[in-house]
T-cell receptor
Framework: AQSVTQPDIHITVSEGASLELRCNYS??????LFWYVQSPGQGLQLLLK??????LVQGIKGFEAEFKRSQSSFNLRKPSVHWSDAAEYFC????????????FGRGTSLIVHP | DAMVIQNPRYQVTQFGKPVTLSCSQT?????MYWYQQKSSQAPKLLFH???????NEADTPDNFQSRRPNTSFCFLDIRSPGLGDAAMYLC????????????FGSGTQLSVL
């Protein structure tokens, strides 16, 4: 079965600084990878996803993520963080040939200082 | 133009008193999901429907039931809530398929007194 680890519970950055949120997955074959964001009081919203092809994927709100098979990672990045990016970020992995339902990580809470 | 709507936003119930959470969708998706989310934890899938085909996760307590009377609506029934059931409950929908993204409602925050 697939699994996903988000090693950082909280990340604090200053507004305008760059951001990288870590995600490591465990799955034997090529995974399907997602990043979701949950703003306070809201449901989860898809930021971006990776299925195949170019390992650098662009998402909404200026986010991007890079799939690195050798490191089993799919880290989320943003070059310049805005205060409105403060939220909970969830990485998820789906497995081809398995359940089509993605497995979520526990999330990373992003705190943005002015 | 809300697409997945959950009511109520906050629900308070008493220990052991049955409670029902509701979810509706305007997307006409054939898959609907219920997740339980506790603080600092991953959303935990309780069950999902593919059309009317009900799929229960192996570790979902018997205390939790679900109904899907039609494509648009889905209900989560907690027959005898315990203190440990206090959580955010998220409803989501999607088309079926590994590549399909999930659309989430804003959730219902359940408190058990």
């Amino acid at each position: 079965a697939q699994s996903v680890t988000q090693p950082d519970i909280h990340i604090t950055v200053s507004e305008g600084a760059s951001l990288e949120l870590r995600c490591n997955y465990s799955y034997g074959a090529t995974p399907y990878l997602f990043w979701y964001v949950q703003s306070p009081g809201q449901g989860l919203q898809l930021l971006l996803k990776y299925f195949s092809g170019d390992t650098l994927v662009q998402g909404i709100k200026g986010f991007e993520a890079e799939f690195k098979r050798s490191q089993s990672s799919f880290n989320l990045r943003k070059p310049s963080v805005h205060w409105s990016d403060a939220a909970e970020y969830f990485c998820a992995v789906g497995a081809a040939g398995g359940s089509y339902i993605p497995t979520f990580g526990r999330g990373t809470s992003l705190i943005v200082h002015p | 133009d809300a697409m997945v709507i959950q009511n109520p936003r906050y629900q308070v119930t008493q220990f052991g008193k049955p409670v029902t959470l509701s979810c509706s969708q305007t997307l006409n998706h054939n898959v609907m999901y219920w997740y339980q989310q506790k603080s600092s934890q991953a959303p935990k899938l309780l069950f999902h429907y593919y059309d009317k085909d009900f799929n229960n996760e192996a570790d979902t307590p018997d205390n939790f039931q679900s109904r899907r009377p039609n494509t648009s609506f889905c209900f989560l029934d907690i027959r005898s809530p315990g203190l440990g059931d206090a959580a955010m409950y998220l409803c989501a929908t999607s088309r079926q398929g590994i590549r399909e993204k999930l659309f989430f409602g804003s959730g219902t925050q359940l408190s058990v007194l």
